[in-house]
């Protein structure tokens, strides 16, 4: 049911891919989601999620999830659990390719060794601040550190003391020896290891100094294997460093490790929300949203919890494409392929957001029936259900009224509608309540247009969607809009807040919607339509007692409409 085809997709990544299995570069492709375990996924991660899965599925090769875990002071269990949950669910099956930077510590380590004996590797007593200072610029060279001629004796004792953790934490670290003066800063002699006394969320206390990043990512490309190292752009200029340091280890070396290939392509940027791990964090801790899986952020959690569907994101990765170039897209386009792929997947029952009572005089009191409702127009094969019916109804509010303008064709006195699937029915008075406002409509139906059409022909202007009172299911609806009321949440004046842009409106809490039976007895992550409102979810929040739906898009994007206005 999703527009996906298998037909692939024609980008400079899979062009590089088949000429290097093409011209015997590479024998299986191997890629990998390389993820840090210190945040909660996004949707700009499942671009990187569906290449890598994408182009290994493509050309029968090899997908591997391996979580980066080398910084202990921001890594947690709760986010590797949670990593292997979002790419599972986005469709991606790594099988038994499942790896930690962390169990190839020892490995890494051995490979610093390495390093230092060929002098390529020193110990180096600066503090933090002292080597960023001394640095350089982009046109200023740096300047050597006093301890850079340590001689390989001195810095093998040194580094085997850190690991046996003999120093506290910041008092020492081990460079490379490349080149201060080098154009590209990174090759500024990196720090490859710090002392960490920190407890690791996969090791434990084995360790006590840590790969840096820039050392470890290659490395862990080379003992797994990848073919492919498909990253985000942000990493073009780290990647002369990854190749310094495969081809330092493997010089002189009798059995060189393997050179994996690295190629980058560009994130994208969403309307209307932003996807900084420092953003959605403060976001969180000021209490604007509430956690990572709050449905108005673009978390993989949060969109989940929404009610998208990952075929849909799956499809709107596709029509995006991958470029070289950093790019907005559009949140209307998400939202597009959620309601292509809902329309075509999402049963339909009926629900009244605010209810307004409806009493058919002339049905026989105390009786009921049941009508036959089809349960998706776009699948044959989702048949139909039945839907109670009564003397009392509810119809939404909006459906109604007592003075209607020109171009109002729904219920009015003395006018005539189609309740969906049952009768005709002709409002014949209204009661209001002491503040003069409608509280209950009083119709007539004729019983011989049940199901919905009149024998003798005539017709009606509009079909209303309704649930019978007795049979009514009492839920709490959540009406979820965009977190922020520009397409760009940090276009901010001078000294403003750019939590000033949050839209107060993102969410609205409807306490006492009445909905048909049918959308009662399911799991969270149920998804529907209400028919003539939009596509919901059901909530994990919900109970036996009281179901809680989440919207997770309208049916069409008013958004968009009041953007085309100006407003």
Known sequence: MSNETDTPARDFIREIVADDCNTGKCGKVVTRFPPEPNAYLHIGHAKAIWINYGIAREFNGEFHLRFDDTNPMKEEAQFIHAIQEDVAWLGCDWGEHLYFASDSFERMYEY???????????VDDQDAETIRATRGSLTEPGKNSPFRQRSVEENLDLFERMKAGEFPDGTRVLRAKIDMAHGNLNLRDPVMYRILHAKHPHRGDDW?????????????DSVEGITHSLCSLE???????????IDAINRDRPEPIHHPRQIEFARFNLTYTVMSKRLLRELIERGIVRG??????????????????????????????VAKFVGTIETPLLEHHQRQYLNQAAPRVMGVLNPLKLVIDNYPDGQSEELEAINNPEDESAGVRNVPFGKVLYIEREDFMEDPPKKFFRLAPGREVRLRYAYFVTCTDVVKNSAGEVVEVHCTYDPATRGGDAPDGRKVKATLHWVSADHAVDAEVRLYDHLFTKENPLDVEE????TANVNPESLTIIPDAKLEPAAAGHEPGWRCQFERLGYFCLDPDATDDKPVFNRTVGLKDTWAKQKDKGG
């Open 235 to 245: 990493f073009e200029n780290h990647r002369p460093l990854y190749d310094w340091f």
């Open 112 to 122: 610093a060794l390495e390093l230092i004996r060929k002098g390529l590797a020193y």
């Open 292 to 321: 990572y899986d709050d449905p108005r952020l673009p978390t993989l959690c949060g969109l989940r919890r929404r009610g998208y569907a990952p075929e849909a994101i799956r499809d709107f990765l596709k029509s995006i494409g």
């Open 495 to 498: 000294g403003e807040d750019w």
């Open 208 to 220: 006590c100094v840590y790969p840096m990043y820039d050392w470890a990512h290659g490395l862990e």
